[in-house]
């Protein structure tokens, strides 16, 4: 019994301190963004790795999404004779929901692992050491640029998921009836409203920043074993998941709070 | 060195197009909602607005001109709602237009559904207010369709007891239905029509053919001449019985009321016992005239000289 409760003292107390640690790495970034000299060209290379390379998973994975979806939703709403509320409700899964969390977990699975690979790397093999020796700033340099790029570039990547989601879900329903693009689309859009697509972009943006940091964090604090590279890699992606599904939500509750639903 | 370069390139691009894309879909969602363009109010008042909120559609004729900008609570049995309306089509709301709340569909949200007024009231005006029809609740239709099916229900049974009634001979209808000898006596006047049928049929056969003398009547161009020129002299005639008939009313006129003899001859008493007077005068004078011709003739003179006596002695 005392055994347990010291395990679980451990265990809180660790929890707490690499809470504590993530903040002050947050603060420290934060703090970079602002600082000089602004990496503009490291910038633009970590949001085209970002953005143009994880664009192709995004778009299949968009489009199979709003495919899937309506195909399953389908035969519910006819059951009930709302076939034509489908687009609306479609369209109101995908960009209140589906599409920026499915967005996000793609993107943690993807970018936060890669930031945490490659940065636990750099650790491992003392290259943050080596620049922070000769007076390149690498929080500024190789972690803000990776921040920044990630809080930027996930938004927009979500706007591409939703938009494929939706010419997805357009697909489905032209597979089982004749729907015209211009119908479709303006029965999509009747259904929202900026109190769906507002919180949901500025979720997005929360995503991407914490997508970033995570996986800079778990990479600029590895260990020094080789192993370090894949248990970082790894770690970045977990935990990134479990933080989107915390902002998640977060965001519902504040949602739900000012426009209430 | 090339493919270095074309990063910024290509991650401008994505951003762009993303960006565009957020853009578009925001434009689109405040043109549906009417903010990009210019926009008037209405107001109405509700005693229960169904669960009507800010954002719900407003529809005119089934169009969406509008949506609900304000739903407030001012006493408590009266809402207030407001409603911003595409300045467009303010011409088509009229004063006397009529507001309720409804549905979209079965399952859809809350909406206002602006009726249309008569021209004569003229367009409303910003912050006007319209008149609201209590919108319908799902309750009462519950009860009215409850309503509706106890009718069918004892509809239904009348029904049954029609038709119980009818299968059992009960009335001229079931008769009618299980009465076999009506069936006959309908066949047996349809033999006889036909029957009447094909005579009139073989009569108007016989017509066309010019027998008898209805077909001589309806065939013969002969007998239609004679026929109109027995009419062209019944016309003249008539025409001739008119003259006549104005002439003897002429006359008649000209007896009644002219100073002729006639006339007075009809009318005038005197001239009647005048007339009387001469005849009865002239009937005696004719008498004496009779006997002094006949003392002449019997005058032993002339008898002298006439030698008539002879004669009669002769003749004896």
């Known amino acids: 019994?005392?055994?347990?409760?010291?395990?679980?003292?451990?265990?809180?107390?660790?929890?707490?301190?690499?809470?504590?640690?993530?903040?002050?790495?947050?603060?420290?970034?934060?703090?970079?963004?602002?600082?000089a000299p602004f990496e503009f060209k490291e910038l633009i290379r970590q949001g085209y790795y970002i953005?143009?390379?994880?664009?192709?998973?995004?778009?299949i994975t968009g489009f199979i999404m709003g495919l899937v979806l309506t195909l399953q939703s389908r035969p519910v709403m006819v059951d009930f004779g709302a076939e034509s509320l489908l687009p609306g409700m479609i369209a109101i899964s995908i960009i209140r929901e589906i599409g920026p969390v499915i967005t996000a977990l793609l993107c943690a699975g993807k970018i936060s692992s890669g930031i945490g690979a490659e940065l636990g790397a750099m650790k491992v093999t003392e290259q943050l050491d080596a620049m922070e020796v000769s007076g390149a700033k690498p929080l500024n340099y190789v972690v803000a640029t990776r921040v920044m790029a990630t809080t930027i570039?996930?938004?927009i990547l979500v706007f591409f998921a939703d938009a494929i989601g939706l010419f997805g879900s357009f697909a489905a329903l032209n597979m089982r009836?004749?729907?015209?693009?211009?119908?479709?689309?303006?029965?999509a859009f009747d259904s929202l409203?900026?109190?769906?697509?507002?919180?949901?972009?500025?979720?997005?943006?929360?995503?991407?920043?914490?997508?970033?940091?995570i996986g800079s964090y778990k990479g600029y604090t590895a260990d020094r074993g080789t192993e370090s590279v894949g248990l970082s890699a790894n770690s970045a992606v977990v935990t990134a998941s479990l933080v989107i599904f915390i902002i998640d939500l977060i965001a519902v509750q504040i949602s739900e709070l000012i426009y209430g639903f | 060195m090339s493919k270095i370069k074309s990063r910024p390139l290509k991650l401008g691009m994505l951003v762009s197009i993303g960006l565009l894309l957020f853009v578009m879909a925001v434009y689109y969602l405040g043109s549906k909602q009417n903010l990009f363009s210019s926009t008037f109010t209405i107001t109405s008042h509700f005693s229960d607005v169904k669960g009507l909120v800010e954002g719900n559609k407003v529809r005119y004729s089934g169009i969406s001109v509008g949506t609900v900008s304000?739903?407030?609570?001012?006493?408590?049995?009266?809402?207030?709602?407001?409603?911003?309306?595409?300045?467009?089509?303010?011409?088509?709301i009229r004063k006397d237009s009529r507001v309720e709340i409804g549905r979209e569909g079965l399952m859809g949200s809350k909406m206002v559904i602006i009726h249309p007024g008569s021209p004569e009231a003229g367009?409303?005006?910003?912050?006007?207010q319209l008149a609201s029809i209590n919108p319908v609740d799902v309750q009462e239709m519950v009860q009215e369709a409850r309503k509706i099916i106890d009718d069918s229900r004892m509809v239904s049974k009348a029904l049954l007891e029609m038709s119980e009634k009818i299968n059992n001979g009960d009335g001229d209808l079931a008769r009618l239905i299980n009465d076999n000898s009506i069936t006959t006596k309908l066949s047996k006047a349809g033999d006889e029509l036909l029957a009447f049928t094909e005579n009139a049929k073989e009569i108007s056969t016989k017509v066309n053919r010019g027998e008898g003398d209805l077909g001589r009547l309806v065939n013969d161009t002969a007998i239609t001449y004679e026929l109109t020129f027995t009419l062209n002299r019944l016309r003249q005639m008539s025409a001739r019985a008119d003259s006549v008939t104005m002439e003897m009313l002429?006359?008649?006129?000209?007896?009644?009321?002219?100073?002729?003899?006639?006339?007075?001859?009809?009318?005038d008493e005197q001239m009647a016992q005048h007339l009387d007077t001469t005849v009865i005068k002239a009937g005696r004078g004719i008498e004496e005239v009779a006997r002094t011709a006949e003392t002449i003739r019997e005058s032993w003179i002339l008898n002298l000289f006439s030698g008539r006596n002879k004669k009669d002695k002769q003749a004896d």
């Open chain 2, 70 to 92: 304000n739903v407030t609570i001012i006493s408590d049995s009266t809402i207030l709602v407001e409603m911003l309306v595409n300045e467009k089509v303010r011409e088509f």
């Open chain 1, 153 to 155: 570039l996930v938004p």
């Open chain 1, 177 to 187: 009836e004749d729907i015209s693009l211009r119908l479709f689309f303006s029965q």
């Open chain 2, 123 to 128: 367009s409303v005006e910003d912050q006007g």
């Open chain 1, 1 to 35: 019994m005392e055994a347990l409760k010291e395990n679980i003292v451990g265990s809180l107390n660790r929890f707490f301190t690499e809470v504590g640690n993530i903040l002050l790495f947050t603060g420290q970034v934060i703090r970079q963004f602002f600082s």
């Open chain 1, 193 to 213: 409203s900026f109190a769906d697509v507002i919180p949901a972009t500025i979720k997005t943006v929360f995503f991407g920043f914490f997508i970033g940091l």
């Open chain 1, 51 to 59: 953005g143009n390379k994880t664009l192709p998973l995004i778009a």
């Open chain 2, 250 to 267: 002429l006359f008649s006129k000209e007896l009644n009321e002219g100073n002729g003899v006639l006339n007075r001859l009809v009318y």
